[in-house]
């Protein structure tokens, strides 16, 4: 799916944690606690870090969440199974789309020219994917959303807890059922980098709807959430980091970018569209719209850095951005297009 490298957006989160934080190893102990955090071989020796996975599949359920408050049956359910192993089929289909990669399998289950057909057809799997599918990827194509391993950039501080079972029947502690965790404590910071590529303006709001929801320490990570581990607070990191200067950094490729004004951010659907479609869907190349771009305060420069042009996003033009993006956001979810419209604009206008 697309070729070209047409915009990017980067950035470093910190991730501080606000009480007591377990991303569990997995791995069985033969002694100390039960349950301890994953670790690396880094720097020399093994420190904890919360896996770029982990966080990936964090930002996706939240995302999942928001999409489905702001309208019912726009984001898929991505472990939908088939059918007849639904117990509450039509309870979840009452939120939730069908899985997006389970509904592409079906299609093409018995029917070899089709799956070829799609398989080439990579413009018309993104315009029929759900939102967040769009972001974070299907198992019919890879995600536009890069989250790295977040690593220690503070001490790692452990502290060790009890916990036992609770006997339901005289409320008190259960015989033989006591166990110990060991948790990150509460002061640690982790840095992990995000990086999303040929993104649409409201891509960038859906990733803004979570790192200010971290920012305001509302999202948990790891085991142990209903027990009070968990809490973490994040922030775009401002300091440069290997050349690449801090805040939130967008960039295009110099000489392909000369389209672009200088006051304006374009995204996907304005690179790809030359002009609005003629549609009443207004849906253009891979599902795109041609007005995906936002107006940019002054001062934002283009600043040369190898074969890209960087513009960087810092305190009042990063929460310029951050509320421009995040309007695109709510009103592209608002006025999504159902399946049936967009199958009819992919007959209409041939590729999308």
Known sequence: MLKQLLNEARLRLRITTTGPLLVRSGLPTVSGPDMTPVLTFRNGRQEPFLPGSSLKGVFRSHVEKIVASLRPRVVCYPFAGSEEQEADLEERRRTYRDSCGESFNREVRHNETLRRHLEARTDEVYARSCPVCRLFGSTWFIGRLTITDAYLVSAPIREQRDGVGIDRLTGGAAHGVKF???????GVAFECAIHLRNFEIWQLGML????????????????????????????ISQEEHEGWPGGFVTATIRGSDAREPIDELWGLG???????????????????WYDDLVKLPAGIERRPRGIRHLRVFTNEALAQLREEAIGHFIRRIQEWPDESAVRAALAAGGRV
């Not at 110990?180 to 509460?186: F, M, N």
């Not at 709807?209 to 922030?235: C, F, H, M, T, Y």
């Not at 207004?282 to 795109?288: E, P």
């Open 180 to 186: 110990e965790l060991e948790a990150i404590s509460e």
């Open 208 to 235: 803004f709807v979570v790192l200010q929801d971290l920012e305001d320490g509302l999202i948990r990570i790891g085991s142990g959430r209903s027990r009070g581990l968990g809490w973490v607070k994040g922030a």
């Open 270 to 288: 304005r690179w790809l569209n030359e002009q609005p479609a003629a549609r009443e869907t207004n849906l253009g190349r891979y599902g795109t």
